[in-house]
Each structure stands twice: as structure tokens, then as C-alpha cells.
């Protein structure tokens, strides 16, 4: 089929799956043409998944409709303090921050509260949220840290790890589900005072729905930046929709050091809550 000349947009990399079971039954695309990260590779201790229910019953339903969820990715601030896409934030729903233990099992830690910027509401770019967990997440998970605009990285020469859980294949009928996929993208403009940068996904390599919320890393003397935050991509539509790549263009995340003082204000706010805890200056948790 030939493409139509038409730039279309992927609202939301939210993807909806319809199943409890993380083995493999999640609704929505994740990472395409990346690598498998295993429970060895420290990004297994990074990156977080972010799953919200959308209905109310625990099952199936009379007529066998299983529970639909919303699935997303995240990454830890703090202990409790959790990093996502307010797009991500569903009103009245119950959500949950998963991972896998060192042996591989899931382990679901339930959200009570989301701070989502003010900002977002009159300007779809800012698409952040803070959620904040009932109790504290395990040691062995890593904290992100927030960048300075002074960081000695040279972005044209540096890849933008991007990584998420859920399916890697963004054409029908998709596949590929429950397993956390990283993979290096390029840049291709930034601007400190913009509220999102692009990522190349030319190639057919990078986010794709279902990593809404997930960080965009970049690794500097051992620690791990969260730049960006995975907000949506955009694609080529063609005649046959069903033959559209839909995450193979280009790739949009907000950009966190336009948000950062609202980050280092809201997590230092939520601290003064029971159990929490907070930022310092340069973004790292304390």
C-alpha cells in the first residue's frame, strides 16, 4: 500500500490490556526493535510498570469480559515517589506500581495518591504526574536521578535509552507482551526551554504504546539521568490501517529539565507527608 501524505499522531502511549496475568496478554505496544532486559540487567531494578484497572470488577464479568487495565511505565524518584505521565492518571480507578523480585515473580505495590502538574491542564505538553505509593518499594530498586542543565553530555553524540513493558511489535495483530525492552535512540532536537524533545525512530527502533510514563535514560559516571518522560509518537498513516507502523517515525518525550523545579517542589512537598522522602538540590534522593 502506499503511504498517504498524512502525519498522524499516537495520543497517549497508554496501552489497555485485557488480562491479570503479565505472561504475556498485554493489550498495547511497547519497545519495537529493542533488546530483552532480563532479571540481571539493572534496568530490571529501573524501570517500573504502571498499571491502572479500569473497571470495577476483579474478573470476568457476566457476559465474560475480563478486567481492563491501562499499562504504563515509570521510575522511582524515591522510595515512594514515583515518576509517570499524567495521561497515564485515570480519576476514581485503583492503580498499581509493578515489578519482579530477584526471583522473577511480580510484585504489585498500590498507588494512593497522583499529583499531576497544574500545567497540563492548559497545555497537553506538560504531561507529567507524581504518584505516591502506600509504602516504600524495596532496596534493590534504583532511583532515576533529575539532570543539571550543566551535565557534560553532548546530546547529538549520545543515545537516549528508552525501555518499557508490554508489546514490541506496533503493527496488527501486535505481540510480544510482558517483558521489559530497552533500546538506544538518537535525538534530533532539543531545547532546554522546551516542554518536549523528538527521538529518531526512522528505523523502526524505540518507545511505543504502553511505555507512557517510562523514563528516557542517558548514563553519565554511573548514575542514571531521567531526561525525558515517554509521552506519545507520531507516524505515517497509510491506506490500510492495519498495515500502518504506528511508532516507527518519530518519538516525543517531555522534557524534564523544563519541569524540574516543579519535580524538586512537588516531591519535597509530598515528603512533608508521613513516610515519605525527598530530593535535594541536584535531583538526587536523599
Known amino acids: 500500500m502506499r503511504k498517504l501524505i498524512l502525519l498522524l499522531t499516537f495520543l497517549g502511549l497508554a496501552a489497555c490490556q485485557g488480562n491479570t496475568d503479565y505472561g504475556g496478554n498485554i493489550s498495547g505496544k511497547t519497545i519495537v526493535g529493542g533488546e530483552e532486559a532480563d532479571a540481571t540487567n539493572p534496568l530490571s531494578r529501573l524501570i517500573l510498570s504502571h498499571r491502572t484497572i479500569l473497571t470495577d470488577n476483579g474478573g470476568e464479568d457476566a457476559e465474560g469480559t475480563e478486567v ?3 499499562q504504563c511505565s515509570a521510575s522511582a524518584l524515591t522510595k515512594t515517589l514515583i515518576l509517570t505521565a499524567a495521561h497515564c492518571v485515570k480519576p476514581d480507578t485503583s492503580s498499581t506500581i509493578d515489578f519482579k523480585d530477584a526471583d522473577g515473580r511480580w510484585v504489585s505495590t498500590p498507588v494512593v495518591k497522583a499529583t499531576i502538574i497544574d500545567e497540563y491542564q492548559t497545555n497537553n505538553d506538560a504531561d507529567l504526574a507524581i504518584l505516591t505509593l502506600s509504602q516504600p518499594l524495596p532496596d534493590f530498586i534504583q532511583m532515576v536521578t533529575l539532570p543539571e542543565p550543566t551535565l557534560p553530555i553532548d546530546l547529538k553524540k549520545t543515545k537516549l535509552m528508552a525501555a518499557g513493558w508490554g508489546r514490541n511489535v506496533d503493527v496488527a495483530p501486535y505481540g510480544g507482551a510482558g517483558t521489559l ?5 538518537s535525538i534530533t532536537n532539543y531545547a532546554i526551554e522546551e516542554s518536549t524533545f523528538i527521538v529518531d525512530q526512522t528505523d523502526g527502533k524505540g518507545m511505543c504504546q504502553g511505555d507512557s510514563g517510562g523514563p528516557g535514560l542517558i548514563e553519565f559516571q554511573g548514575k542514571n539521568y531521567v531526561l525525558g518522560v515517554a509521552k506519545k509518537t507520531m507516524f505515517v498513516q497509510t491506506e490500510d490501517d492495519s498495515e500502518t507502523h504506528k511508532c516507527n517515525y518519530k518519538g516525543t518525550y517531555v522534557n524534564v529539565l523544563k ?6 517542589d512537588t516531591v519535597n ?6 513516610a515519605q522522602s525527598s530530593l535535594s538540590e541536584d535531583g538526587a534522593s536523599l
Not at 525492552?181 to 535512540?185: A, E, I, L, S
Not at 519541569?259 to 524538586?264: A, C, E, M, N, P
Open 269 to 274: 512537598a509530598l515528603s512533608q507527608e508521613p
Open 259 to 264: 519541569y524540574k523545579k516543579w519535580i524538586v
Open 68 to 70: 481492563r487495565y491501562l
Open 181 to 185: 525492552r530497552f533500546v538506544g535512540v
